[in-house]
C-alpha cells in the first residue's frame, strides 16, 4: 500500500510538473510571436492564468491571459506602458495564426 501511494504522490508530481512546463513554452511561444508580429523592441510579458494549463490548452480556450509591454508600437499608436488583461481567449490549435492568441470582439 505504501508503494502505492508513493507512485500516486510521484505522478501527480510529475503532472503537475509538466503542467507548469507546458504553460512556460506558450507563454515563450506567444511572446516570441507577438514581439515578431509587432516589431516590439522589448520582450513583452505574457501570463496564463488558466490552471491546470494543459485542459485549456486541448480546448484551445483561455479564461485569462495577461499581457504587458513597454515602447510598444503598433498601427501607429506609440505606448510607453501597456497592460491588458484578456478574457475568453481562443487558441487555433492547427497553428494557423501567426500572432498567438485572439480574444473574441464583443
Known amino acids: 500500500m505504501r508503494k502505492l501511494l508513493i507512485a500516486v504522490v510521484v505522478l501527480l508530481l510529475l503532472g503537475a510538473a509538466a503542467d507548469f512546463a507546458a504553460a512556460r513554452v506558450f507563454e515563450d511561444r506567444v511572446t516570441e510571436a507577438l514581439q515578431r508580429e509587432y516589431d516590439l523592441g522589448r520582450r513583452p510579458v505574457v501570463q496564463v492564468r488558466d490552471?491546470?494549463?494543459?485542459?485549456?490548452?486541448?480546448?484551445?480556450?483561455?479564461?485569462?491571459?495577461?499581457?504587458?509591454?513597454?515602447?510598444?508600437?503598433?498601427?501607429?499608436?506609440?505606448?510607453?506602458?501597456?497592460?491588458?488583461?484578456?478574457?475568453g481567449v481562443r487558441v487555433p490549435r492547427d497553428g494557423s495564426s501567426s500572432t498567438g492568441p485572439t480574444a473574441p470582439s464583443s
Request: glycine share 6%; no cysteine; net charge positive.
Open 51 to 87: 490552471v491546470p494549463f494543459l485542459p485549456h490548452l486541448a480546448t484551445g480556450r483561455f479564461s485569462t491571459i495577461d499581457l504587458a509591454a513597454t515602447d510598444a508600437t503598433a498601427r501607429g499608436i506609440n505606448a510607453a506602458q501597456l497592460k491588458l488583461t484578456l478574457h
